[in-house]
């Protein structure tokens, strides 16, 4: 009698392993609604603005020196006419190197804001994933996994949307 149970446990012992759930996320269509999102994009947008500004700024100031400059070039003594062509090279060096810092600055920005992002998404999928008693939860969004199969796993994307709590 004993072992007719141990060998009929045995038997459906595997048949658990086959009872293995497994999810699916599109994030693509996640994050776009999340309000840090939201908040991060309106973010990137005013500090582009500002930079924006400053080089316009810069960019006026430089066209002054060199209008100024083509006005006065004929008459100006040799050592004043070098330094301000000197004085426009280096606003023209300034002004290039300002447009690099900002673009450096906005992508760092960026990636701040979006691993914050990303890390309260990772949470979500994962209280989901614990909750569902899910194996695994693929992102079909990024393309790191070439199939995933609709009718072997289960679209997990309304359940990370509640626990975001995006409707």
Request: hydrophobic residues 35%.
């Amino acid at each position: 009698m004993k072992k007719t149970i141990i060998v009929a446990l045995m038997a459906l012992l595997p048949l658990g392993a086959f009872a293995q759930k497994f999810g699916h996320i599109n994030s693509s269509d996640i994050i776009p609604l999340m309000t840090e999102y939201k908040t991060a994009q309106t973010e990137l947008q005013t500090l582009q603005k500002q930079y924006e500004e400053e080089l316009e700024y810069m960019n006026t100031e430089y066209s002054k020196k060199i209008e100024d400059y083509e006005k006065n070039r004929e008459t100006l003594p040799d050592n004043i006419r070098s330094r301000r062509e000197q004085e426009i090279m280096e606003s023209q060096q300034k002004m290039q190197q300002y447009y690099q810092d900002c673009q450096d600055n906005l992508a760092q920005k960026s990636s701040e804001l979006m691993n914050d992002i990303n890390t309260k998404l990772l949470k979500a999928i994962q209280a989901v994933g614990e909750e569902g008693a899910y194996v695994c939860v693929f992102d079909i969004s990024g393309g790191a996994v070439p199939f995933v199969s609709s009718t072997l796993t289960t679209d997990v994307t309304e359940a990370v949307k509640g626990k975001l709590g995006i409707k």
